[in-house]
């Protein structure tokens, strides 16, 4: 899943993405264990979408936590 597609969710659909892709990578390393997956690369494609929704989370509560302090938010670099 690309960033700008997570950016565009609320923090409900983001938790929502986030539970999905833990049980899908829980069950793809079951199976892993039990039999040849067909495509292991989907096991790192839900590794890293874990951490790209883990990464949003944190980046929106410093946000956050900014604003309410009246700290000026902190440039963002967007790839």
């Known amino acids: 899943m690309k ?12 938790e929502a993405t986030l ?4 049980d899908t990578l829980f069950r793809l390393r079951i199976k892993a264990q039990m039999e040849r997956l067909d495509a292991p690369s989907e096991m790192r494609k839900q ?14 509560i ?4 900014q604003e309410g302090a009246g700290a000026p938010p902190a440039e963002v670099a967007h790839a």
């Open 47 to 60: 590794r890293r979408d874990i951490a790209r929704i883990k990464t949003l989370q944190a980046e929106r």
């Open 62 to 65: 410093r946000t956050t936590k």
């Open 3 to 14: 960033i700008t597609e997570l950016r565009e969710m609320s923090d409900e659909q983001l």
């Open 19 to 22: 539970n999905e892709a833990r």
